[in-house]
């Protein structure tokens, strides 16, 4: 009889730990520009995965995404507007 967990964590391993694994950036998947990981651990300290880490570069290129987004359609959504203007106010 074959464990069900096991084969799953089989499958996982192979198709998405073993992986590069890239940065969320403007609505697509891309490279980061500095080449540094990090690594995701288990709670027995063993690694899983490495994850990308972006740079100073790649942080602009976030921010600059998000101005463009929110200066956009989406920054017209009324619940965002409440929820930015709130977080701004003095408590």
Known sequence: MSNPFLQHAQR??????NRQHLI???????????RSAKPSIDRQ???LTTNATGDAEDIDR???AADR?????WG???HLR????CSASPI
Do not use: H, Q
């Open 12 to 17: 996982l391993e192979a198709g998405f730990l």
């Open 24 to 34: 969320f950036v403007d609505g697509k998947w891309i490279e980061p520009s500095g």
């Open 45 to 47: 300290r063993r690694a």
């Open 62 to 64: 976030a921010v600059a």
């Open 69 to 73: 987004a929110f200066r956009g359609d």
């Open 76 to 78: 017209r959504c009324p």
């Open 82 to 85: 409440v929820r930015a203007s």
